[in-house]
């Protein structure tokens, strides 16, 4: 098995993409500390993972507050033992097709919290972990929204592009530390994310918009080869469909 013993923690498990790839490693071998604000569905990935033989520890938690994800990677490492793996899922939209003269400011404050701010603190509370154990993986899933192209929501969109500009940054200043970092990119995958964005995009244009969408799955086994051994050439971001 690819991630044999490897030790991972996965914010954003509840559901979507971070779900699907806690179910993937855990299929992989690996061993996994489970992140997410949602505790009903994120027990429910926990018990999943158990289930297909795999071992979790779920820990309810907050991207945006810096309490709860120190809390996550305290609890994970004490668990673990070590941490090798920071796969950083968690994310929210709001505001689709809002034009820009009519977004809150609440709501940009709330997205940029969740979506930008949450792959800072976990970074930040991961990385003393990884220093001890001499070496480390750590993933952003950012976008395509905000990298590649626009996107219906103009915070959604920023937060993305902020996300992937932060993985450029923490790449060069931790490869001497022997972390290897990726800002990764998705393309339109079938998520309770996406359908609430089209939810959105629809209440505010009043038009259904036809995608074809791609499955967390197929995404959660490009995540699991880039937390392996064998993705150690992989340098930089990478793009799925």
Not at 24 to 51: F, H, K, P, S
Not at 134 to 160: L, T
Not at 195 to 222: D, F, H, I, W, Y
Request: aromatic share 4%.
């Amino acid at each position: 098995m690819r991630l044999k013993d490897k030790a991972i923690a996965v914010t954003g498990a509840a559901t979507g993409i971070g779900r699907a790839t806690a179910l993937c490693c855990a299929q992989e071998g690996a061993r996994l500390a489970l992140g997410d604000i949602n505790e009903a569905e994120g027990r429910q990935t926990e018990a999943l993972v158990r289930q297909a033989g795999g071992n979790a520890l779920f820990v309810v938690t907050d991207v945006s507050r810096e309490a709860d994800v120190a809390h996550l990677m305290s609890e994970a490492e004490r668990w673990l033992g070590r941490i090798d793996v920071l796969i950083h899922v968690a994310g929210v939209f709001k505001a689709g097709r809002v034009p820009v003269d009519e977004v809150e400011e609440s709501v940009w404050n709330e997205v940029i919290a969740v979506n930008l701010k949450g792959p800072f603190l976990a970074t930040k509370h991961v990385v003393p972990a990884m220093k001890r154990a001499g070496k480390g993986v750590i993933i952003i899933v950012a976008s395509g929204a905000g990298v590649r192209g626009g996107s219906s929501s103009i915070p959604y969109g920023s937060s993305k592009g902020g996300a992937h500009g932060l993985s450029l940054v923490l790449a060069d200043q931790l490869a001497p530390f022997n972390i290897r970092v990726h800002g990764f990119c998705p393309g339109s995958i079938a998520t309770p994310l996406m359908a609430q964005a089209l939810e959105q995009n629809k209440a505010r244009t009043g038009v259904a918009e036809q995608r074809s969408l791609g499955e967390p799955e197929g995404v959660a086994k490009v995540l699991a080869f880039l937390a392996s051994d064998d993705a150690d050439y992989v340098r930089g971001t990478v793009f799925t469909r």
